[in-house]
């Protein structure tokens, strides 16, 4: 599985935007997609994950509420849309996927395949 991510940018606190991450390869094989985030001197952290089949959701508590998480079968894309965007939500976002259930998934450890990143900047 080969991983795309685009959509990343500088925007100012209180905007929005959205990221998507595409997917290719043996994408019937897929169990979950992921976004993680890795701001400057900080270690890579969770952000939201979608289940490949049931489109069930899970975030972390820092962006519960602001940020949403979904997947489109048909064109093998997740997307992140984020709104009421902060200073603190900068960092490089990071699309991973997971080829079979694995735990815990908020660690990076439990993805196999991932993006190559795209830089999101929110200006106070």
């Known amino acids: 599985v080969q991983l795309q991510a685009s959509g990343g940018g500088l925007v100012q606190a209180g905007g929005s935007l959205r990221l998507s991450c595409a997917a290719s390869?043996?994408?019937?094989?897929?169990?979950?997609m992921g976004w993680f985030r890795q701001a400057p001197g900080k270690e890579r952290e969770f952000v939201a994950l979608?289940?490949?089949?049931?489109?069930?959701?899970y975030y972390a508590d820092s962006v519960k509420g602001r940020f949403t998480i979904s997947r489109d079968n048909a064109k093998n894309t997740a997307s992140l849309q984020m709104n009421s965007l902060k200073p603190e939500d900068t960092a490089v976002y990071y699309c991973?996927?997971?080829?079979?259930?694995?735990?815990?998934?908020?660690?990076?450890?439990?993805?196999?395949?991932w993006g190559q990143g795209t830089l999101v900047t929110v200006s106070s």
């Open positions: 979608v289940y490949w089949s049931s489109a069930n959701t």
């Open positions: 390869g043996r994408i019937s094989s897929l169990y979950a």
């Open positions: 991973a996927a997971m080829p079979r259930f694995s735990s815990p998934v908020t660690t990076p450890g439990s993805y196999d395949y």
